[in-house]
């Protein structure tokens, strides 16, 4: 199984902070890389797909960057409603894997 | 607009089975794979396998192979997760997600699954 090695943890920060995460997969994976958002007591919600592409209705401060192994998440100002734990999964082989998720807290 | 709806809460004894629905659109059955996917108590999210429902083929990860069977009613349009010899461990959240070797974008609302004796 290919692993997904998330960092931070956790993070904590303010609104209009800038903050990115950091994604690395055991394997090459392309850009078979996506990023959900959880909220407590929710199911996931598809933020990224592709590395790069923002699904449609997903603000435009969220975005991502990488290829191959090393896959970067961002959101460029803080806002409320983004505190949440965010998770990476790869798709390119089965099974599909996910990071341990990152839980973006307020400062 | 695509939705996943999945049935209720279980409390379940240990050893026991549990079986979990999720019912989809039309479209949703006929052109995508379903996912499982559980999240025990403030821990992350992991797949447990997946079903082609239009053609009933199931593929299931390896921790969970010989205990959980993923099937498929086409007349219903309804995805079933059925674990078998259940632990305290497998106490989750599970949910079921519109696809596999794709991105997983639509998922039901989850359906808690508490094993106590």
């Known amino acids: 199984d290919i692993q997904m090695t998330q960092s931070p943890s956790s993070l904590s920060a303010s609104v209009g902070d800038r903050v990115s995460i950091t994604c690395q997969a055991s394997?090459?994976?392309?850009?078979?890389l996506n990023w959900y958002q959880q909220k407590p007591g929710k199911a996931p919600k598809l933020l990224i797909s592709?590395?790069?592409n923002l699904e449609t209705g997903v603000p435009a401060r969220f975005s991502g960057t990488g290829s191959g192994t090393d896959f970067t998440f961002t959101i460029s100002s803080l806002q409320p409603e983004d505190f949440a734990t965010y998770y990476c999964?790869?798709?390119?082989?089965?099974?599909?894997?996910f990071g341990l998720g990152t839980k973006v807290e307020i400062k | 607009q695509v939705q996943l709806v999945q049935s209720g809460a279980e409390v379940k004894k240990p050893g026991s089975s549990v079986k979990v629905s999720c019912k989809a659109s039309?479209?949703?059955?006929?052109?995508?794979?379903i996912s499982w996917v559980r999240q025990a108590p403030g821990q992350g999210l992991e797949w447990m396998g997946r079903?082609?429902?239009?053609?009933?083929?199931?593929n299931y990860a390896q921790k969970f192979q010989g205990r959980v069977t993923i099937t498929a009613d086409k007349f219903t349009n309804t995805v079933y997760m059925e674990l078998s010899s259940l632990t305290t461990d497998d106490t989750a959240v599970y949910f079921c997600?519109?696809?596999?070797?794709?991105?997983?974008?639509?998922w039901g609302q989850g359906t808690t699954v508490t094993v106590s004796s």
């Open positions: 997600a519109r696809g596999t070797s794709r991105p997983m974008d639509v």
């Open positions: 039309a479209d949703t059955f006929s052109t995508f794979t």
């Open positions: 079903i082609i429902p239009i053609v009933g083929i199931s």
């Open positions: 394997q090459d994976i392309s850009n078979y």
């Open positions: 592709a590395a790069s």
């Open positions: 999964q790869q798709y390119d082989n089965l099974p599909p894997t």
